[in-house]
């Protein structure tokens, strides 16, 4: 018995990995893409040493914290509350919707295809 529950725990992982994958690139991505790369990315410019292209360059800037989107500062800047700056930065608010796919992406471990640059 204990050998078909671990083989079935096993199983479920791939699938879950799948569907954080595929809620990164359909509902994260894009916004990464269009509104911030431009300034925050590890190959051209690092605007406050911040590196949206890669998990690691978040985790290590302290942008996100994987699991509390309410402990992570990109939060707060996207929806322009606090002390942070409003990003994206000189533009408008991102929509409501497109904040609460952030949330959800960060309360599900912020998961992302590429840890390294």
Not at 27 to 36: A, D, H, S, Y
């Amino acid at each position: 018995m204990l050998a078909i529950l671990t083989a079935l725990s096993l199983l479920g992982s791939p699938q879950e990995s799948r569907e954080n994958l595929d809620f990164f690139e359909s509902k994260i991505r894009p916004v990464l893409v269009e509104k911030c790369y431009r300034c925050h990315n590890s190959v051209h410019k690092k605007k406050a040493d911040l590196a949206l292209d890669y998990r690691d360059g978040l985790l290590s800037s302290g942008g996100i914290v994987p699991g509390a989107p309410e402990k992570s500062p990109i939060i707060a800047a996207i929806r322009h509350e606090g002390d942070q700056e409003p990003m994206p930065f000189q533009a408008p608010k991102l929509a409501k919707i497109v904040i609460k796919d952030y949330e959800e992406w960060i309360r599900r471990g912020a998961h992302a295809p590429r840890d390294a640059r």
